[in-house]
């Protein structure tokens, strides 16, 4: 998963709907992500109204 930090507006909608716990907005401030967490199954890239996450294939 990539975020776009340029194209966050750090509204935390994307933290309320991950079910694994893999985003959190530290001090209204800062998108973390935790990578062990993610099961990928793209909610929060559908919630983001700006389109600052993006589920993408790791280059090997």
Do not use: D, S, T
């Amino acid at each position: 998963m990539k975020i776009y930090k340029n194209l966050c507006m750090r509204c935390g909608g994307c933290v309320g709907v991950c079910p694994n716990l893999a985003l959190e907005l530290l001090n209204g401030a800062e998108l973390i992500y935790y990578e062990e967490k993610c099961k990928k199954c793209g909610i929060c890239e559908n919630f983001c109204p700006v389109g600052a996450i993006k589920m993408e294939v790791r280059a090997q």
